[in-house]
């Protein structure tokens, strides 16, 4: 582990200073230094601080680097296991680690990839690891092995974990005591016929379950009484997050009185309370659960960045301190000791890839853990500024630009990178892919067009069915801007995008012909009606989410008419898609269709397959790929 000691704080805040003034580049840095994985995701303490776990690639696949931090030797603990990454890790006492683990696998029959979760405990003293749930009756067909509900904070010998069992001819959740030394679980609670979840405490107490007939009508049970109901068909901004710190109540999500969703206290004998958090223009963007309890701790929010706000005043003195030391950068507290003494922060910016350091408050000392992408300096990267516009109609759009680093911002050649989702947002974060292709003189440009999440309700619902409509003049608008600003070249424009943002990108081609001058699809979606039945079963609360987004709910022929690969015939520029081998979130029949289809139409296409990666791109070999690809077809079309 690399550690860099300072005095205090105050120096780190100098040191990170001088990195963001200083000069130039002399090279521009190679598309392997932005392909390769972040040298670390995150990072927790052991309860009692002794343990550090990382989460950090070996071998070009995520595995946990257990460090001993009271012991002489440097060199890590390695937890892997074989074709499979890290995902996340859990402490459960001071000694022992829960390692979970994923992989995408082939259904043994149909041969689809599905998703599968393994969860392990590993004892440090013992140097043992158990498999959790591995007698369970269903674990072997289970593909979500790790569905921990409770870590029962107060139980060093147990936690809590779910399964999907088959009673008769019903498939129903039932709740399971396990043992993490040997790894042997033990059912506690049957789930009803239409349970899909279990409300629990977490100490080992099980306070109450949700239910969620056929139509998605949802009911809440506390105590064995029958107190809050829900509709989650078309999604619901109503959830349950968990008890609050003290348990005095819960914390829920719900929408606030100007439409952003915000986070309230709640009871099930007094219903909702006060305001835990609420904004007029932004949503919650997540909510923050203590590492062992999964109690309500805080919440953050994005407006240009990310923010965050502790509801206990102790630990907002922390997160203020180190975001006055950390100062243009956003700071995430990642884990914490029991002892609030010792804590794992997270500091990035647009310019400042991820760094995570240990924070130890009686000294004020910072240790660097590690840097994610230790030989990319910030005078290597573009600069990042908002860009808000209006929509034709009105509507005030959000969004960002990034430039090339020593260009003047004109007449630039334009890269369009919608985010996916639809569901999702860009901001002024490090994004390793926009900084790729800015760094090869480019401009970027990000837009938060309707339909994108963190700005309330109605500014979600207004995409609904504007796919092939509304969602694409949003764009148009914002690049129109740049042109008519002199900012960028109108003959060198080209659209590119990953998942929803690759459906964005063929959809700008075809429905978009003559503003592109290209367009690169990373899994994208072109066949709609696909998309929906693969996506999810026929009344599933995902199925009814996104018929609601593409506008089937109300049009059923919206599946055909915003469906890129029902109009290969209006293509007049050069497609390149690009699409993983195991994808399992938009299978790879996404991409073989659309480029069927253009070819069928005569239309000039490429197609690249990442072998054995996934939507995700967990592989730095393929990041590498697909940066390289990308950058050959943007050279061929719109470079200098």
């Not at 609050?244 to 952003?260: I, M, Y």
């Not at 490090?430 to 990000?446: I, L, P």
Request: glycine content about 10%; some cysteine.
């Amino acid at each position: 582990m690399k550690f860099c000691r300072a005095a205090g704080a105050a120096l780190v805040a100098l040191a990170i200073s001088l990195l963001v003034t200083g000069p130039a580049a002399a090279e521009v840095p190679s598309l392997d230094a932005f392909g390769a994985l972040p040298q670390a995701e995150f990072a927790r303490l052991s309860p009692d601080g002794r343990y550090l776990a990382v989460v950090k690639p070996i071998d070009g696949r995520e595995k946990a680097a257990i460090y001993d931090l009271a012991g002489t030797n440097a060199k890590p603990q390695l937890i892997g296991m074989q074709d499979a990454m890290v995902s996340d890790v859990f402490w459960k006492s001071n000694t022992v680690a829960i390692v979970v683990f994923h992989a995408n696998v082939a259904h043994k029959y149909t041969k689809n990839f599905r998703s599968s979760t393994r969860a392990f405990a590993i004892d440090m003293a013992t140097k043992k690891a158990s498999l959790l749930m591995f007698d369970a009756p269903y674990f072997k067909k289970n593909y979500l092995g790790s569905a921990i509900v409770d870590l029962v904070a107060d139980q060093p010998g147990y936690l809590y974990m779910a399964e999907v069992d088959r009673k008769d001819v019903n498939y129903v959740v039932d709740l399971y005591q396990v043992d993490v030394a040997t790894g042997h679980a033990s059912q506690i609670l049957g789930g009803g016929p239409d349970t899909v979840a279990f409300v629990t405490d977490g100490f080992g107490h099980v306070l109450g379950r949700v239910d969620q007939d056929w139509n998605l009508h949802n009911t809440v049970t506390i105590g064995g009484r029958e107190v809050y109901q829900f509709d989650s068909k078309g999604g619901t901004a109503f959830s349950i997050e968990g008890l609050l710190a003290d348990g005095s109540a819960f914390a829920v999500e719900r929408p606030s009185s100007s439409g952003t969703t915000g986070l309230y206290s709640w009871t099930a004998a007094k219903g909702f309370g006060d305001a835990l958090w609420e904004n007029a223009n932004y949503d919650v963007e997540g909510v923050i659960g203590d590492e062992r309890t999964g109690r309500v701790i805080g919440v953050t929010y994005v407006d240009d960045v990310t923010r965050t706000k502790y509801f206990d005043p102790a630990m907002q003195r922390i997160q203020d301190l180190m975001e006055k030391t950390f100062p243009g950068q956003s700071v995430a507290i990642m884990s914490r000791d029991a002892a609030n003494k010792t804590y794992v922060i997270q500091t990035q910016g647009p310019k400042n890839p991820p760094v995570l350091s240990r924070y130890t408050s009686d000294n004020h000392q910072m240790d660097l853990i590690e840097e994610a992408y230790p030989t990319l300096k910030p005078a290597d990267l573009g600069d990042v500024k908002p860009y808000p516009y209006k929509a034709r109609d009105g509507l005030d759009i959000r969004a960002y630009l990034t430039l090339p680093p020593g260009k003047a911002p004109k007449n630039l050649p334009l890269v369009v990178f919608p985010h996916g989702g639809p569901e999702a947002r860009d901001s002024m974060a490090f994004d390793w892919w926009a900084q790729a292709m800015a760094t090869r003189g480019y401009a970027v440009f990000q837009p938060n067009f309707r339909g994108s999440s963190g700005y309330g309700w109605n500014f979600i619902t207004a995409g609904d069915g504007e796919w092939a409509g509304k969602v694409q003049t949003d764009v148009q608008d914002g690049v129109q801007k740049l042109i008519a600003d002199g900012t960028v070249d109108p003959k060198r424009i080209c659209i590119v995008g990953a998942s929803y943002g690759g459906y964005m990108a063929l959809a700008g081609a075809t429905f978009s012909p003559d503003l592109y001058a290209c367009a690169v699809s990373f899994a994208g979606v072109s066949d709609l009606d696909r998309g929906v039945e693969e996506g999810s079963s026929w009344e599933s609360e995902a199925g009814s989410i996104w018929r609601r987004r593409i506008g089937a709910d109300k049009d059923d022929s919206k599946l055909k008419t915003a469906a890129p690969k029902n109009f290969a015939d209006k293509v007049k520029i050069p497609v390149l898609l690009v699409h993983s081998e195991k994808d399992v979130t938009v299978p790879i029949k996404q991409s073989e269709v659309e480029e069927e289809a253009l070819k069928h139409a005569g239309k000039p296409v490429e197609f690249v397959t990442l072998d054995g990666d996934d939507h995700y791109l967990e592989f730095g070999d393929t990041r590498t790929k697909l940066l390289k690809e990308v950058d050959r077809f943007l050279a061929a079309h719109i470079g200098n």
